[in-house]
């Protein structure tokens, strides 16, 4: 794959910022196939390297809730994660996952280990998990996927305290198409119906945040439409420059290019802000997929990452 100078620029700008972060704790083994895959999307294949090391249902020490109704839609449901044993009050972790906006779900095969896993890794870390799906284009266009961070948001905020949660630390984290959502809802006050949009924080790996920066896939075309002039104000970078919402961006360091460059934007977008930048984070020798496949498998940069923003609150 050929690069821009551009994007040549914003590549070795966050190696070098990531020079001083610790070695992969992947076997070399492991390393060495992700980097054959190479810039690709390829969830298959991915999976295929991870799926040996994630958990099997039953999990121990766990009780899911699965399919819990948040919405009046089809796929408005959600999964519920919690300790076996009762725990005092803890934060809550939503997850949001990926998909093009036209497929995907929060689970995805009926017995996948994924996104359980990232479910079983926030139970072990404090947190109640809660797994989300959401609408799809075409059926559901723009912005359908903000509407659904809200109704899920609410749903969290109104019934995660009887299953031990704090409503008032609730952390939405969202994936590729599912961090595009999590930006939209954080970046358009106008979807919150939760005072101050409900959240302690927002996580957002591997996102879209300007549609004007990129030729469209038919997928992001399906959700947000085939009219250019709308795409500035669908995209989130202007919300993302005045959210008080405490922000963490994550970009794996073998995702497409493009991904790299929407990484940057939203960076420097965040860093406008009175509060200072989101806490921004690349991740070494990780493809798309394997930087959310790998949490609860291997140790992950981006889960410590994660437990440290929770902690620090930026």
Same mark, same amino acid.
């Given at each position: 794959?050929?690069? +821009?100078?551009?994007?040549?620029?914003?590549?070795?700008? @966050?190696?070098?910022?990531?020079?001083?972060?610790?070695?992969?704790?992947? +076997?070399?083994?492991?390393?060495?196939?992700? @980097?054959?895959?190479?810039?690709?999307?390829?969830?298959?294949?991915?999976?295929?390297?991870?799926?040996?090391?994630?958990?099997?249902?039953?999990?121990?020490?766990?009780?899911?809730?699965?399919?819990?109704?948040?919405?009046?839609?089809?796929?408005?449901?959600?999964?519920?994660?919690?300790?076996?044993?009762?725990?005092?009050?803890?934060?809550?972790?939503?997850?949001?996952?990926?998909?093009?906006?036209?497929?995907? #779900?929060?689970?995805?095969?009926?017995?996948?280990? &994924? =996104?359980?896993?990232?479910?079983?890794? %926030?139970?072990?870390?404090?947190?109640?998990?809660?797994?989300?799906?959401?609408?799809?284009?075409?059926?559901?266009?723009?912005?359908?996927? %903000?509407?659904?961070?809200?109704?899920?948001?609410?749903?969290?905020?109104?019934?995660?305290?009887?299953?031990?949660?704090?409503?008032?630390?609730?952390?939405?984290?969202?994936?590729?198409?599912?961090?595009?959502?999590?930006?939209?809802?954080?970046?358009?006050?106008?979807?919150?119906?939760?005072?101050?949009?409900?959240?302690?924080?927002?996580?957002?790996? +591997?996102?879209?945040?300007?549609?004007?920066?990129?030729?469209?896939?038919?997928?992001?075309?399906?959700?947000?439409?085939?009219?250019?002039?709308?795409?500035?104000?669908? +995209?989130?970078?202007?919300?993302?420059?005045?959210?008080?919402?405490?922000?963490?961006?994550?970009?794996?360091?073998?995702?497409?290019?493009? &991904?790299?460059?929407?990484?940057?934007?939203?960076?420097?977008?965040?860093?406008?802000?009175?509060?200072?930048?989101?806490?921004?984070?690349?991740?070494?020798?990780?493809?798309?997929?394997?930087?959310? =496949?790998?949490? #609860?498998?291997?140790?992950?940069?981006?889960?410590?990452?994660?437990?440290?923003?929770?902690?620090?609150?930026?």
């Amino acid at each position: 794959m050929s690069f +821009s100078r551009a994007a040549l620029t914003v590549i070795a700008a @966050l190696i070098a910022s990531a020079a001083s972060a610790q070695p992969s704790p992947m +076997s070399e083994d492991l390393v060495w196939k992700l @980097l054959e895959l190479g810039r690709v999307i390829d969830p298959p294949r991915t999976a295929a390297l991870f799926e040996p090391l994630q958990q099997k249902e039953p999990y121990q020490g766990v009780k899911v809730e699965r399919d819990i109704r948040y919405g009046p839609a089809d796929r408005n449901l959600l999964d519920v994660f919690v300790p076996e044993t009762a725990a005092s009050t803890r934060p809550v972790l939503i997850y949001i996952h990926a998909g093009a906006f036209v497929g995907g #779900n929060k689970r995805r095969t009926p017995t996948s280990p &994924f =996104y359980d896993n990232i479910m079983l890794w %926030a139970v072990k870390n404090g947190f109640i998990g809660v797994n989300a799906t959401y609408r799809l284009a075409p059926q559901a266009p723009w912005p359908a996927g %903000a509407e659904d961070m809200a109704s899920v948001v609410r749903w969290v905020t109104d019934n995660i305290g009887e299953r031990g949660g704090d409503p008032a630390r609730i952390y939405l984290m969202g994936h590729s198409a599912g961090a595009v959502h999590v930006a939209t809802y954080v970046s358009h006050p106008e979807f919150h119906n939760v005072k101050g949009g409900g959240l302690a924080g927002a996580i957002m790996i +591997s996102g879209i945040y300007d549609l004007t920066a990129m030729a469209l896939a038919d997928g992001q075309r399906a959700y947000f439409g085939d009219d250019p002039a709308r795409y500035a104000e669908r +995209s989130s970078l202007q919300g993302l420059a005045t959210t008080d919402i405490p922000l963490m961006i994550a970009v794996a360091e073998l995702d497409p290019e493009g &991904f790299i460059l929407q990484f940057d934007r939203a960076r420097q977008a965040s860093c406008k802000r009175a509060s200072g930048c989101a806490r921004a984070l690349l991740l070494p020798q990780h493809s798309h997929m394997s930087e959310v =496949y790998a949490i #609860n498998a291997v140790e992950s940069r981006l889960a410590d990452e994660i437990l440290d923003f929770v902690k620090t609150g930026k």
